[in-house]
């Protein structure tokens, strides 16, 4: 007799975390499971599988909070530690972005510039605890008579410390090299002449929308592990491309999802937080950020247990087509080869190099993992799943 295909519900799933009796694995588990025992066993006997990922995610930073001050101040610049932050919010508001850099760093003037201090480190100082030094200036108004603030500040000192990060977990991305004659410095990190090295930016089969890749549980109010804190999924990240080819299983072939999240900094932590140079091309924020992945029928236990082989992306050229707008692959390769060290381009071994960091990843499933374990984490419904290219 053929067994009734599973099917399971967000509130069976949080009764069983909260007694205790949730069964739930790391994306990388599953991977073994679902090869052993099939999508529809797997889904049967686990519940809850969690991803991680650790890596740059440029369109990152905080919005800000900074309090009054007596006269009080209509603030139409800021800067934090020198580094330029928006204030076309209202009074003490402000947003820093992870990506803008030190007032007087001479960027690119000193070419590969080392970018040295920008937005990522602030929020990195604030979240280790430091002071920084807040300067704000202002036009003046009958309500707001001051033109000027300046005074040192913790994260305590703010009433309000929101990371929000516009683009975020990007589901798979390019593999860069670079083809041509001279070393180019790009947000992939350097890339030597004559196609020497290649990088590439993703957890695989860890990664939290590869392991959804059509955004069947993932959506706005998703609860997720940002920073080292509990924060949400509040909209698709910009530059959200749902429609990217993709293979049978549905995973993309190249760069396609993207997540908008957001949460309490003041809840998070500089182990999965850390401000970044890369040199030649700006500054950064390492973000830690994992997504549990309900398994609600035998289709989401299949898409969790895509594994490294089954993953694909593209090689970029980024020292001459990227820049140009050229949209060209020079050959199409799974995470299984990029993560063994080389892969061939144009018929020559090149080695490979990640930016992301699995080891971060695994730690994140493994954290998340134990929170649901624990009863600490339940699981949310989305309000909307994520738009996933259909009318």
């Known amino acids: 007799m053929t067994k009734q295909k599973i099917s399971k519900t967000y509130e069976e799933i949080n009764a069983r975390i909260k007694a205790g009796e949730a069964v739930v694995v790391t994306a990388e588990e599953m991977v073994g499971i679902v090869r052993k025992k099939g999508a529809e066993q797997a889904a049967r006997e686990v519940d809850v599988v969690t991803t991680g990922t650790f890596a ?144 590439y930016c993703s957890a695989g089969e860890l990664s939290p929308l590869l392991n959804d890749p059509l955004y069947r549980t993932i959506g706005i109010g998703t609860r997720i592990f940002l920073g080292g804190g509990i924060g949400y999924v509040t909209w698709h990240g910009t530059q959200h491309k749902p429609t990217a080819p993709r293979t049978p299983g549905g995973v993309p072939r190249k760069a396609a999802g993207t997540l908008m999240v957001q949460g309490d900094l003041k809840q998070m932590s500089p182990d999965w937080l850390r401000g970044v140079s890369i040199l030649g091309y700006g500054n950064s924020l390492a973000v830690g950020l994992g997504i549990p992945i309900p398994i609600l029928n035998g289709e989401m236990a299949a898409f969790t247990g895509v594994s490294d082989k089954d993953i694909y992306t593209q090689i970029v050229d980024y020292g001459h087509d990227y820049t140009n707008g050229i949209v060209r692959s020079y050959g199409e390769v799974s995470y299984a080869q990029l993560k063994s060290g080389s892969i061939i381009v144009n018929g020559k071994e090149v080695q490979t190099a990640p930016l992301s960091s699995v080891v971060k990843a695994r730690e994140i499933a493994t954290i998340l993992k134990d929170w649901i374990s624990s009863g600490r984490f339940l699981l949310s419904r989305p309000a909307e799943t994520l738009p996933d290219g259909s009318e």
């Open 56 to 199: 740059p995610m440029c369109s990152s930073g905080m919005f800000f909070n900074f309090g009054q001050m007596v006269p009080t101040i209509k603030a139409s610049r800021v800067w934090v530690n020198k580094v330029p932050a928006y204030a076309g919010l209202a009074a003490v508001d402000a947003y820093i972005g992870a990506t803008e850099p030190c007032e007087d760093d001479p960027l690119n003037k000193i070419y590969p510039g080392e970018f040295r201090y920008g937005g990522g480190h602030v929020i990195e100082d604030l979240l280790r605890g430091k002071k920084v030094l807040l300067e704000a200036k202002a036009y003046g108004t009958d309500c707001y008579a001051a033109r000027k603030m300046k005074k040192e500040v913790g994260l305590d000192d703010l009433p309000t410390a929101l990371l929000c990060n516009p683009r975020n977990g990007y589901q798979n991305y390019n593999c860069a090299v670079n083809l041509t004659d001279r070393a180019v410095y790009t947000y992939m990190g350097m890339l030597k002449p004559h196609c020497r090295n290649a990088n």
